[in-house]
T-cell receptor, first 115, second 112 residues
Framework: GENVEQHPSTLSVQEGDSAVIKCTYS??????FPWYKQELGKRPQLIIDIRSNVGEKKDQRIAVTLNKTAKHFSLHITETQPEDSAVYFCAASTDYGGSQGNLIFGKGTKLSVKP | NAGVTQTPKFRVLKTGQSMTLLCAQD?????MYWYRQDPGMGLRLIHYSVGEGTTAKGEVPDGYNVSRLKKQNFLLGLESAAPSQTSVYFC???????????FGPGTRLTVT
């Protein structure tokens, strides 16, 4: 089955710096890669996702890149702000087969943005 | 539009007791999921459903059962609770496979 590895587990940056979180996946059939943000005590919420037919996607200060050959994808946050402090989870899934739509999550990255 | 709701928010059980967690969504989504979240482990899929009347096992299904009698509801049951089932449980729903999953607020369960 699919396995998703996420690094680093903790990341501390100064406000205004960039943050990068990397994930690798094992199943070449995976074709959907979302990123979720979870603030302390809250539910996970989707911040950006990418499908396997594109290599990069941006939404304001957030971008995700995908390298299908190497089976890795990354989240980039520019001009970080204190409100970006949270735990970020990457995930992977496929849309066919018996486990279609099932997200396999990485173990999370706790991002701290220091003012 | 409430989105995804879960009841109860908190619960303490003794080992061997049973309980049911209720998830409800008002977005007419076909797919529903139950996850557990443990420190340092991320979110792990327990069971899921791709439509009314269907259920299937996820990564960590042992000790849990589910039912999807109505499209808007997805129930998670613990027949005989164990301390290893102490966790935060999240329900989620999505329109279809590989679409955004919307999460409920979570249920914090402690088994003593």
């Amino acid at each position: 089955g699919e396995n998703v590895e996420q690094h680093p587990s903790t990341l501390s940056v100064q406000e205004g710096d960039s943050a990068v979180i990397k994930c690798t996946y094992s199943d070449s059939a995976s074709n959907y890669f979302p990123w979720y943000k979870q603030e302390l005590g809250k539910r996970p919420q989707l911040i950006i996702d990418i499908r396997s037919n594109v290599g990069e996607k941006k939404d304001q200060r957030i971008a995700v890149t995908l390298n299908k050959t190497a089976k890795h994808f990354s989240l980039h946050i520019t001009e970080t702000q204190p409100e970006d402090s949270a735990v970020y989870f990457c995930a992977a899934s496929t849309d066919y087969g018996g486990s279609q739509g099932n997200l396999i999550f990485g173990k999370g990255t706790k991002l701290s943005v220091k003012p | 539009n409430a989105g995804v709701t879960q009841t109860p928010k908190f619960r303490v059980l003794k080992t061997g007791q049973s309980m049911t967690l209720l998830c409800a969504q008002d977005m007419n989504h076909e797919y529903m999921y139950w996850y557990r979240q443990d420190p340092g482990m991320g979110l792990r899929l327990i069971h899921y459903s791709v439509g009314e009347g269907t259920t299937a096992k996820g990564e960590v299904p042992d000790g849990y059962n589910v039912s999807r009698l109505k499209k808007q509801n997805f129930l998670l049951g613990l027949e005989s609770a164990a301390p290893s089932q102490t966790s935060v449980y999240f329900c989620a729903s999505s329109y279809s496979a590989n679409y955004e999953q919307y999460f409920g607020p979570g249920t914090r369960l402690t088994v003593t």
